[in-house]
């Protein structure tokens, strides 16, 4: 199943890409770079393109491989920030 068949989430919601395409600690990485299997805005894994649903009410890009995108040190506050405010801390209110 392609991801723009599938709903949007309900709103309020964000979205956090990864934008190192290549990782010593992801395999499928390895694969979509060698073989050039997505374009070059790519997570290692999916294309940022694909995961920008209609409907985000905010995106924020952390530089990580899709496999660490919830390891990176900046992963966690901007998740805390959304449930709090609902928005990333550069937009979320004072």
């Keep these: 199943m392609h991801i723009r068949s ?18 010593l600690f992801n395999p499928t990485s390895w694969m979509t770079n060698a073989f050039a ?3 070059p805005d790519n997570d290692g894994t999916l ?3 694909d995961v920008l ?3 985000a009410t905010h995106v924020e890009r952390v530089h990580a491989n899709h496999s ?20 990333f801390p550069s937009t979320a209110p004072p």
């Excluded at 599938?6 to 990782?23: D, E, F, N, R």
């Excluded at 660490?68 to 928005?87: C, K, W």
């Design 47 to 49: 294309c940022a393109d």
């Design 6 to 23: 599938w709903p949007a989430p309900p709103t309020p919601y964000g979205i956090i890409v990864g934008s190192v395409s290549l990782s």
């Design 68 to 87: 660490f995108i919830m390891s990176h040190p900046h992963t966690a506050p901007l998740v805390a920030s959304f449930i709090n405010h609902g928005a």
């Design 53 to 55: 649903l209609p409907g």
């Design 37 to 39: 299997m997505l374009p």
